[in-house]
Protein backbone atom coordinates (compact mmCIF):
# COMPACT_ATOMS: atom_id res chain seq x y z
CA UNK A 1 0.00 0.00 0.00
CA UNK A 2 1.38 3.89 -1.07
CA UNK A 3 1.47 5.96 2.13
CA UNK A 4 0.57 9.49 1.20
CA UNK A 5 2.48 11.46 3.72
CA UNK A 6 1.22 15.08 4.85
CA UNK A 7 3.22 17.61 5.51
CA UNK A 8 3.54 18.62 8.91
CA UNK A 9 2.11 22.26 10.10
CA UNK A 10 6.06 23.45 10.77
CA UNK A 11 6.60 22.34 7.38
CA UNK A 12 4.00 24.73 5.72
CA UNK A 13 5.08 27.14 7.32
CA UNK A 14 8.25 27.44 6.38
CA UNK A 15 7.61 27.24 2.49
CA UNK A 16 5.09 30.00 3.58
CA UNK A 17 7.39 32.47 5.25
CA UNK A 18 10.10 31.75 2.59
CA UNK A 19 8.18 32.36 -0.78
CA UNK A 20 6.56 35.44 0.97
CA UNK A 21 10.05 36.49 1.58
CA UNK A 22 11.07 35.86 -1.74
CA UNK A 23 7.87 37.37 -3.68
CA UNK A 24 9.22 40.64 -1.66
CA UNK A 25 12.60 40.89 -2.23
CA UNK A 26 11.18 41.19 -6.02
CA UNK A 27 9.08 43.62 -5.36
CA UNK A 28 11.32 45.57 -3.68
CA UNK A 29 13.63 44.92 -5.87
CA UNK A 30 11.59 46.72 -8.65
CA UNK A 31 10.92 49.60 -6.69
CA UNK A 32 12.21 51.99 -8.20
CA UNK A 33 11.31 50.83 -11.98
CA UNK A 34 8.80 51.55 -14.21
CA UNK A 35 5.52 49.37 -13.73
CA UNK A 36 3.77 47.94 -16.30
CA UNK A 37 0.10 48.54 -14.69
CA UNK A 38 -3.33 47.14 -16.19
CA UNK A 39 -6.60 47.58 -15.38
CA UNK A 40 -8.48 44.99 -14.24
CA UNK A 41 -11.60 46.07 -13.27
CA UNK A 42 -13.56 49.03 -11.31
CA UNK A 43 -10.96 50.63 -9.55
CA UNK A 44 -8.54 47.28 -9.63
CA UNK A 45 -5.47 47.19 -10.87
CA UNK A 46 -2.28 44.60 -11.25
CA UNK A 47 1.27 45.51 -12.48
CA UNK A 48 3.65 43.05 -14.09
CA UNK A 49 5.22 42.30 -10.32
CA UNK A 50 1.98 41.03 -9.33
CA UNK A 51 1.76 38.24 -11.64
CA UNK A 52 5.49 37.74 -11.56
CA UNK A 53 5.53 37.81 -7.90
CA UNK A 54 2.80 34.90 -8.13
CA UNK A 55 4.65 33.04 -10.23
CA UNK A 56 7.61 32.92 -7.67
CA UNK A 57 5.23 32.05 -4.65
CA UNK A 58 3.34 29.19 -6.59
CA UNK A 59 6.83 27.65 -8.29
CA UNK A 60 7.99 27.66 -4.91
CA UNK A 61 4.92 25.77 -3.20
CA UNK A 62 4.73 23.30 -6.25
CA UNK A 63 8.62 22.48 -5.56
CA UNK A 64 7.54 21.38 -2.04
CA UNK A 65 3.98 20.08 -2.38
CA UNK A 66 3.44 19.16 -5.74
CA UNK A 67 -0.46 17.86 -4.95
CA UNK A 68 -1.15 21.11 -3.53
CA UNK A 69 -4.26 23.01 -4.95
CA UNK A 70 -3.98 27.17 -5.32
CA UNK A 71 -6.66 29.99 -4.84
CA UNK A 72 -4.37 32.89 -5.99
CA UNK A 73 -5.61 36.09 -6.58
CA UNK A 74 -4.46 36.74 -10.48
CA UNK A 75 -5.68 34.59 -12.62
CA UNK A 76 -3.68 31.60 -14.02
CA UNK A 77 -5.69 28.42 -15.78
CA UNK A 78 -2.66 26.30 -15.37
CA UNK A 79 -2.60 26.10 -11.61
CA UNK A 80 -4.33 22.75 -9.90
CA UNK A 81 -7.04 24.37 -8.23
CA UNK A 82 -7.89 20.95 -6.00
CA UNK A 83 -5.52 19.00 -3.57
CA UNK A 84 -5.38 18.33 0.44
CA UNK A 85 -4.24 21.82 0.68
CA UNK A 86 -5.06 24.89 -0.48
CA UNK A 87 -2.61 27.82 -0.80
CA UNK A 88 -4.62 30.84 -0.80
CA UNK A 89 -1.98 33.97 -2.00
CA UNK A 90 -2.43 37.58 -2.48
CA UNK A 91 1.22 37.94 -4.65
CA UNK A 92 0.57 42.12 -3.51
CA UNK A 93 -1.82 43.28 -1.27
CA UNK A 94 -2.21 47.06 -1.48
CA UNK A 95 -1.53 46.95 -5.50
CA UNK A 96 -2.46 50.40 -5.86
CA UNK A 97 -0.44 51.78 -3.25
CA UNK A 98 2.42 49.66 -4.64
CA UNK A 99 1.85 51.11 -8.23
CA UNK A 100 2.12 54.60 -7.19
CA UNK A 101 5.42 53.99 -4.91
CA UNK A 102 3.42 54.39 -1.48
CA UNK A 103 5.51 51.78 0.76
CA UNK A 104 2.17 49.92 2.49
CA UNK A 105 1.56 46.76 0.74
CA UNK A 106 2.54 42.92 1.67
CA UNK A 107 2.28 39.72 0.43
CA UNK A 108 0.26 37.15 1.93
CA UNK A 109 0.18 33.39 1.48
CA UNK A 110 -2.03 30.53 3.28
CA UNK A 111 -2.35 27.14 3.51
CA UNK A 112 -5.51 26.03 4.08
CA UNK A 113 -7.70 23.00 4.63
CA UNK A 114 -10.22 22.80 2.49
CA UNK A 115 -14.26 21.89 4.21
CA UNK A 116 -16.34 20.02 1.95
CA UNK A 117 -20.51 19.40 1.89
CA UNK A 118 -21.95 15.78 1.38
CA UNK A 119 -21.70 16.71 -2.38
CA UNK A 120 -17.98 17.40 -2.31
CA UNK A 121 -18.19 21.10 -2.70
CA UNK A 122 -15.96 23.23 -0.76
CA UNK A 123 -18.02 25.30 1.81
CA UNK A 124 -15.32 27.24 3.54
CA UNK A 125 -10.95 26.73 4.07
CA UNK A 126 -9.65 26.56 7.44
CA UNK A 127 -6.27 28.06 7.79
CA UNK A 128 -3.35 26.31 9.39
CA UNK A 129 -0.48 28.74 8.73
CA UNK A 130 -0.34 31.80 7.46
CA UNK A 131 2.46 34.35 6.40
CA UNK A 132 2.49 37.96 5.71
CA UNK A 133 5.40 39.49 4.78
CA UNK A 134 5.86 43.22 4.33
CA UNK A 135 8.84 43.78 2.42
CA UNK A 136 9.67 47.93 2.96
CA UNK A 137 9.61 47.24 6.78
CA UNK A 138 11.34 44.13 6.63
CA UNK A 139 8.62 42.58 8.52
CA UNK A 140 7.69 38.96 8.40
CA UNK A 141 4.12 38.19 10.26
CA UNK A 142 3.37 34.38 10.51
CA UNK A 143 1.13 31.67 12.60
CA UNK A 144 0.54 28.40 13.09
CA UNK A 145 -2.97 27.15 14.05
CA UNK A 146 -3.32 26.93 17.54
CA UNK A 147 0.15 28.25 18.30
CA UNK A 148 0.22 31.92 18.50
CA UNK A 149 1.21 34.51 16.08
CA UNK A 150 5.00 36.08 15.66
CA UNK A 151 6.54 38.78 13.60
CA UNK A 152 10.05 38.67 12.82
CA UNK A 153 12.15 42.24 12.20
CA UNK A 154 13.91 43.39 10.05
CA UNK A 155 16.90 42.76 12.26
CA UNK A 156 15.94 39.23 12.93
CA UNK A 157 14.47 39.64 16.54
CA UNK A 158 11.16 37.46 16.82
CA UNK A 159 8.28 38.97 18.68
CA UNK A 160 5.51 37.18 19.88
CA UNK A 161 2.05 39.41 18.57
CA UNK A 162 -0.08 40.50 21.26
CA UNK A 163 -3.69 42.33 19.95
CA UNK A 164 -4.00 45.93 21.91
CA UNK A 165 -5.64 45.70 25.58
CA UNK A 166 -7.65 49.21 24.89
CA UNK A 167 -11.24 48.07 26.08
CA UNK A 168 -13.35 51.01 24.83
CA UNK A 169 -13.70 53.10 21.65
CA UNK A 170 -12.24 56.66 22.69
CA UNK A 171 -8.62 55.36 22.64
CA UNK A 172 -9.15 53.16 20.04
CA UNK A 173 -7.16 53.42 16.35
CA UNK A 174 -9.93 52.82 13.98
CA UNK A 175 -8.70 51.36 10.37
CA UNK A 176 -11.09 51.17 7.61
CA UNK A 177 -11.44 50.36 3.38
CA UNK A 178 -13.43 52.76 1.61
CA UNK A 179 -14.39 50.46 -1.05
CA UNK A 180 -14.62 50.98 -4.45
CA UNK A 181 -18.01 51.56 -5.54
CA UNK A 182 -20.47 53.91 -4.92
CA UNK A 183 -22.94 52.66 -2.58
CA UNK A 184 -19.60 50.72 -0.56
CA UNK A 185 -18.39 54.46 -0.39
CA UNK A 186 -21.60 55.94 0.63
CA UNK A 187 -21.86 53.02 3.52
CA UNK A 188 -18.24 53.24 4.77
CA UNK A 189 -18.73 57.33 5.08
CA UNK A 190 -21.65 56.36 7.01
CA UNK A 191 -19.83 54.05 8.99
CA UNK A 192 -16.72 56.82 9.79
CA UNK A 193 -19.48 59.59 10.51
CA UNK A 194 -20.85 57.26 13.05
CA UNK A 195 -17.42 56.41 14.81
CA UNK A 196 -15.84 59.83 13.84
CA UNK A 197 -17.16 60.86 17.10
CA UNK A 198 -15.74 58.21 19.70
CA UNK A 199 -12.84 57.02 18.45
CA UNK A 200 -9.57 58.29 19.27
CA UNK A 201 -8.53 58.96 15.35
CA UNK A 202 -8.89 57.32 11.74
CA UNK A 203 -6.73 55.73 9.49
CA UNK A 204 -6.88 53.71 5.90
CA UNK A 205 -3.95 52.33 4.39
CA UNK A 206 -5.04 50.74 1.32
CA UNK A 207 -4.10 47.24 2.40
CA UNK A 208 -6.64 44.81 4.04
CA UNK A 209 -3.84 42.32 5.10
CA UNK A 210 -1.08 44.96 6.51
CA UNK A 211 -3.89 46.62 8.00
CA UNK A 212 -5.31 42.98 9.41
CA UNK A 213 -1.60 42.06 10.69
CA UNK A 214 -1.26 45.63 12.03
CA UNK A 215 -4.48 44.98 14.57
CA UNK A 216 -2.66 41.85 15.36
CA UNK A 217 0.38 43.34 16.78
CA UNK A 218 -1.45 45.95 18.39
CA UNK A 219 -0.87 48.97 16.02
CA UNK A 220 -4.78 49.20 15.13
CA UNK A 221 -7.77 48.13 17.32
CA UNK A 222 -10.44 47.73 14.53
CA UNK A 223 -10.11 47.04 11.09
CA UNK A 224 -13.23 46.83 8.79
CA UNK A 225 -13.98 46.33 5.00
CA UNK A 226 -17.39 45.54 2.76
CA UNK A 227 -15.49 43.79 -0.09
CA UNK A 228 -12.83 41.94 1.52
CA UNK A 229 -11.36 38.57 -0.79
CA UNK A 230 -9.72 35.34 0.87
CA UNK A 231 -7.11 36.10 -0.64
CA UNK A 232 -7.11 39.08 1.06
CA UNK A 233 -7.42 37.73 4.13
CA UNK A 234 -6.44 34.10 4.48
CA UNK A 235 -3.65 34.57 6.20
CA UNK A 236 -4.17 38.14 8.19
CA UNK A 237 -7.06 36.67 10.18
CA UNK A 238 -5.41 33.38 11.27
CA UNK A 239 -2.35 35.81 12.40
CA UNK A 240 -5.14 38.20 14.05
CA UNK A 241 -6.89 35.26 15.61
CA UNK A 242 -3.41 33.38 17.33
CA UNK A 243 -2.77 36.81 18.35
CA UNK A 244 -6.10 37.15 20.08
CA UNK A 245 -7.68 39.02 17.76
CA UNK A 246 -11.31 38.58 16.70
CA UNK A 247 -12.48 38.36 13.27
CA UNK A 248 -16.09 37.67 11.83
CA UNK A 249 -18.63 39.18 9.53
CA UNK A 250 -20.89 42.05 10.63
CA UNK A 251 -23.59 39.74 12.00
CA UNK A 252 -20.25 38.09 14.50
CA UNK A 253 -20.45 35.08 12.89
CA UNK A 254 -18.18 33.48 10.80
CA UNK A 255 -16.68 34.46 7.64
CA UNK A 256 -18.26 33.77 3.91
CA UNK A 257 -15.59 32.66 1.82
CA UNK A 258 -18.43 32.39 -0.94
CA UNK A 259 -20.07 35.82 -0.93
CA UNK A 260 -19.73 37.96 -3.66
CA UNK A 261 -18.38 41.12 -1.19
CA UNK A 262 -17.98 39.43 1.87
CA UNK A 263 -17.38 41.73 4.61
CA UNK A 264 -15.27 41.40 7.98
CA UNK A 265 -14.90 43.34 11.08
CA UNK A 266 -11.11 42.70 12.94
CA UNK A 267 -10.55 43.93 15.84
CA UNK A 268 -8.59 42.92 19.21
CA UNK A 269 -11.62 41.26 21.15
CA UNK A 270 -12.13 43.50 23.69
CA UNK A 271 -14.21 45.93 21.39
CA UNK A 272 -15.95 43.78 19.09
CA UNK A 273 -19.16 43.93 20.21
CA UNK A 274 -19.22 47.61 20.55
CA UNK A 275 -18.13 47.51 17.18
CA UNK A 276 -20.46 45.44 15.84
CA UNK A 277 -23.47 47.20 17.81
CA UNK A 278 -22.36 50.57 15.53
CA UNK A 279 -21.61 49.17 12.03
CA UNK A 280 -25.07 47.78 12.20
CA UNK A 281 -26.80 50.68 13.92
CA UNK A 282 -25.73 52.57 11.21
CA UNK A 283 -26.01 50.63 7.64
CA UNK A 284 -27.61 52.51 4.82
C1 LIG B 1 -7.28 45.44 -2.04
C2 LIG B 1 -6.62 46.21 -0.90
C3 LIG B 1 -7.54 47.29 -0.40
C4 LIG B 1 -8.85 46.73 0.09
C5 LIG B 1 -9.51 45.89 -1.00
C6 LIG B 1 -8.55 44.84 -1.53
P1 LIG B 1 -5.43 44.57 -3.80
O1 LIG B 1 -6.44 44.40 -2.51
O2 LIG B 1 -6.31 45.35 0.16
O3 LIG B 1 -6.96 47.98 0.68
O4 LIG B 1 -9.71 47.78 0.42
O5 LIG B 1 -10.67 45.29 -0.44
O6 LIG B 1 -9.17 44.12 -2.58
O7 LIG B 1 -6.27 44.78 -5.00
O8 LIG B 1 -4.57 45.73 -3.52
O9 LIG B 1 -4.70 43.28 -3.80
CA1 LIG C 1 -5.76 42.06 -2.14
CA1 LIG D 1 -3.44 41.82 -4.92
Given at each position: MVQILRPSLPQLLKVARDTAVSAGQLAREKWHTPRDVQSKGFRDLVTDVDVAAQKVIVAEILQAFPDHGFLPEEED???????PIIWII????GTTNYSRQQPNFAISVAATRPIFDTQQNITAYEPLVGAVYDPMRHELYSAIKGEGARLEDGSGHRHTLQVSN?????DAVLCLSLGSSEKRRQQAHKWLYAFNQDVFTVRSIGSATLSLVWVAAGRFDIYFNQNIKAWDMAAGALILQEAGGAFSNLDGGEFDWFAPHAECVATNGRIHNTTLQILNDNKI
Open positions: DSLPQAGDPIDVDNLQ
